[in-house]
């Protein structure tokens, strides 16, 4: 999943900043229920990685069954805070 065409198939844009609260509201609840529908683990991963990424992502049990499933999501939240883990 390419990070620009996932902005363009959700937002209509691959430019996030240009999107009016409406549009944003509207995208990342499409985002959801894709993750919600999803049963590939890495098209999941990336879906939910793309709404962490909005401050939309659900919690991660609710998101992910396998415990190391949810530990990549830790790493991951771990890497966009800074923490390097």
């Known amino acids: 999943?390419?990070?620009d065409d996932q902005l363009r198939r959700y937002f209509g844009t691959a430019d996030p900043a240009t999107?009016?609260?409406d549009a944003l509201a509207e995208g990342t609840e499409?985002?959801?229920v894709d993750l919600g529908l999803e049963r590939d683990r890495?098209?999941?991963f990336a879906l939910w990685a793309l709404l962490h990424i909005l401050?939309?992502?659900p919690d991660l049990d609710v998101a992910f069954k396998d415990e190391a499933d949810r530990e990549a999501a830790r790493n991951f939240m771990d890497l966009m805070a800074?923490?390097?883990g």
């Open 1 to 3: 999943m390419d990070f």
């Open 19 to 21: 999107l009016n609260p």
């Open 30 to 32: 499409r985002i959801r």
């Open 42 to 44: 890495n098209r999941r």
């Open 55 to 57: 401050g939309s992502a």
């Open 82 to 84: 800074g923490d390097g």
